[in-house]
């Protein structure tokens, strides 16, 4: 339920206000209420956003596809005979079937199982079994056409061979949608060089979905929840960072740039980072390493694409996040980890190594999924209705320090826009 | 099936059995001991494993990085406190190479018990094991953990 109270003239079945501080406070329904996360799913799952769905490394050839999500909503990605890909949402036209089961692999159609309704890799239907009845009796319609009963085909872009699709014709092109910014950190992970698969990590985190934005617009808890990149010298507070913020607010790039030694800390930086501590070691500080393969002043980018993708270039460790809503209080993420083409054994290994940082038993990993949890937890079962945003003031945008929030509150002056909030 | 081979299988059993017996008392900075110099560790799901892709959860090439994960999770790791209780059955010997290196099979079912919450299955997998003799104690040269629970409840936190 809103704990605010209804504006005067509010919709009644949409009755919620932002707090009066403005953007400094996030009210708690924004991560509780099932009527704000269906205007969600509506306004922007299913509004003008490019969303990920799948790798170009993932469909190698004709025929390959590969099961995905747009928001909460099943789509399957496939590859036709020419080479063209396109997205479509898996439920059957007939009675509503998810039809396709497979997490991925290479079909030339795809049939429902429950009454064998038959699509080609554009999503469109191809035959209907018994479509003109039996012995004349039944059947469809005499004025059923095919072509009028595909499946529901979604907007599909690519660019350096990852694949997004929307729902809304109305999207901007992708290159318009990221921005000159964005589009420079995307760049230089998606450098031209084609894509290795590594392997797959998923896991659900108890927390709502965009508390995995927020956190990645958060400079200021890397160097306080993450003792691993303090105790061992990945990131201090004085490191060389930026957390820019594209001109509409909602994507964003967490940028640092390792120092090529252990910094030596003065006692106030120490003082005030408790997880830092002069005696931990690690046996293999190797798996540390960055290997200068980017062009990019950062050995570390961040970046979060709204609303449902992440691109982690953690030094040498390379992965993408896909964000799958599952209601107010539950996300599913799925870790598409990768290197390049032409990577050596050892260059491959060494990213596996440092894999380690991430995922759900990353040495980061661990904590931000630790913290989303505690934070939905708080904000659904305490007394008190918003939380604080207030680091930096009320400063937003791009900023060349890690000590604000001034990113998470342009998320929200876009959210709010759109949400009608 | 012959006695030397049942003494294996029995062999294994027990050292799976002090195996689990170290993580679920929450040693894990002794769980490295298990492991020979060169040991690879890897947690990895089924979909990974079955495709030949090499990621893991933890992937681990030497003792000194299990010993760094160790290390990691007992000190530096943010996480909710918890029990986790192992549950290690059919134990099985693959073969025996002529140079004295087993391989061999187990399967494990996780347990995980947060404060407040209900006891849950964290994973189901297997473990794909290749085990060699130091001064006549066996040690795992190779442990990869290979879970069917593909979708991780948040966190992963210990060594499986």
Redesign the interface.
């Known amino acids: 339920m809103p704990d605010s109270a209804p504006r005067p003239n509010a919709d009644p079945a949409f009755p919620f206000a932002w707090p009066a501080e403005g953007l400094t406070r996030i009210p708690d329904w924004v991560y509780t209420s099932p009527e704000v996360y269906e205007r969600e799913v509506e306004r922007i799952f299913h509004g003008p956003t490019w969303n990920f769905v799948a790798l170009e490394a993932e469909l190698p050839e004709p025929g390959s596809f590969r099961r995905s999500f747009v928001g909460p909503t099943p789509v399957v990605a496939a590859r036709d005979a020419a080479g063209a890909i396109h997205v479509f949402e898996n439920r059957c036209a007939h009675r509503g079937a998810e039809l396709c089961r497979l ?1 991925g692999g290479k079909a030339t159609e795809f049939i429902c199982p429950y009454h064998q309704w038959t699509y080609d890799l554009a999503g469109n239907l191809t035959a209907v079994p018994f479509r003109r009845g039996l012995k004349n009796q039944g059947g469809m319609p005499k004025d059923f056409q095919l072509e009028d009963h595909g499946l529901k085909k979604l907007e599909v872009a690519t660019r350096r061979g990852v694949v997004f699709a929307s729902f809304d014709p109305s999207v901007p092109s992708l290159e318009d949608y990221l921005g000159a910014a964005m589009l420079r950190d995307f760049d230089a992970t998606f450098d031209g060089r084609k894509l290795k ?10 927390a709502n979905w965009k508390m995995y934005h927020e956190n990645l617009k958060d400079p200021y808890h890397a160097t306080l ?1 993450h ?2 990149l303090v ?1 061992f010298g990945l990131m201090v507070a004085g490191n060389k960072s930026a957390m820019v913020v594209d001109p509409s607010g909602r994507h964003g790039t967490m940028a640092s740039a390792k120092p090529p030694e252990m910094p030596k800390l003065d006692q106030e930086t120490k003082t005030q980072m408790r ?1 830092y ?1 002069d005696e ?1 070691r ?3 500080p190797r ?1 540390l390493d960055y290997v200068r393969e980017f062009d990019s002043p950062w050995s570390v980018t961040m970046q979060t694409i709204w609303p449902n993708f992440i691109v982690q270039r953690e030094l040498n460790t390379l992965g993408v996040r896909q964000i799958v809503p599952r209601g107010p209080d539950e996300f ?1 993420m799925v870790w598409t ?1 990768f290197g390049y083409e032409g990577d050596s054994d050892e260059m ?2 060494h990213r ?2 440092q ?2 940082l991430m ?5 980061l ?3 931000d ?3 989303m ?2 934070v939905q937890q708080g904000v659904t079962r305490s007394d008190t209705d918003a939380s604080l945003v207030a680091l930096g003031g009320t400063e937003e945008g791009t900023s060349d320090h890690l000590i604000t929030e001034a990113a998470i509150r342009s998320l929200y002056r876009h959210y709010r826009d759109v949400m009608g909030l | 099936m012959s006695a030397s081979h049942r003494e294996l299988r029995l062999e294994i059993a027990e050292f799976n059995a002090e195996y689990a017996a170290v993580l679920d008392a929450g040693r894990v900075q002794d769980w490295p001991a298990f492991f020979t110099e060169d040991a690879v560790y890897r ?3 089924r ?2 494993f079955d ?1 030949g ?13 299990i ?3 160790a ?2 999770i007992s ?6 406190p918890r029990y986790l209780l192992h549950q290690v059955t059919n134990d099985r010997v693959l073969a025996v190479d002529p140079g004295g290196e087993i391989s061999a099979e187990a399967n494990y079912a996780l347990f995980e018990t947060l404060v407040d919450e209900k006891t849950t299955l964290q994973q189901v997998g297997r473990y794909h094991d290749r085990f060699v003799r130091e001064h006549g104690r066996l040690k795992l040269k190779a442990r990869h953990c290979v879970y069917d629970s ?8 210990y060594p499986v």
Request: hydrophobic content about 45%.
């Open positions: 997490q698969l590594l392997g797959y990590y998923r896991n659900t985190v108890p929840l003792a691993f105790s997880a501590s931990l690690l046996a293999e798996f599913l980890m491959t290994r596996l190594r894999g380690n995922g759900p038993s990353g040495f990993g661990i904590e999924n630790e913290a949890r505690f | 947690i990895t799901g979909e990974n495709a892709l090499p990621v893991g959860l933890v992937y681990c090439e030497g003792i000194g990085m010993r760094d994960r290390l990691a000190r530096t790791t943010m996480f909710a593909l979708i991780i409840d948040t966190a992963l936190i």
